[in-house]
């Protein structure tokens, strides 16, 4: 009788255990609240001569490639992996998607990613870490602006170099607003049909 106990113990002991792993796994696991692709349109001025431009960011439970085009031959993309998330919040303690935002984020989350294509230096490095948000745009709700963490630690265009990260820890540490790396955002990117 006493081995039953014994062996009874264990099995639930192990079920138990069993549980828990799964349970606490699948908790972890979260998808990108922005799955989808989104686009924004634009245009600006430049000495004179007025430009266009459309930024294209295509985000997958794993994955966010962006592409720029200014219209001007100046293009920009970049292609990472997401190796983790979160959907409430921005990281290192910022509440503002910017440093220069003047109203906190609303549903704003984030992104470490590690690059798995870039433009060049200017972009980031493939196998580096960054910090990619999200927060819902003031005047439509039903649009998104956007952030890529950006830090310029080389010279003067056309030799500026992204500031990037060795580890997800030191991205989400580092890539802040205090730190100066979230400066500008895309506003009011449309998803796409």
Known sequence: MKQFFSRAGVIITVAV???????????????????GTWQLDGSYESGGTQYTFIEQWTITPITITYSQDRGSGFTTAFAADIVALSNEGLNGGDTYLTGSATTPAVNPGFAVIRYTQVDGASTGEV?????????ENAADTSSRDFSQGYLNVGGDFPDNVNGVFDSVSTAINGATNGAGYFTYASGGAALQQ
Do not use: M, Q
């Open 17 to 35: 255990v069993f549980v828990l792993v799964i349970t606490s796994c699948s908790s972890e696991f979260s998808t990108i609240a922005v799955t």
């Open 127 to 135: 196998g580096k870490y960054n910090v990619f948000r999200w927060a």
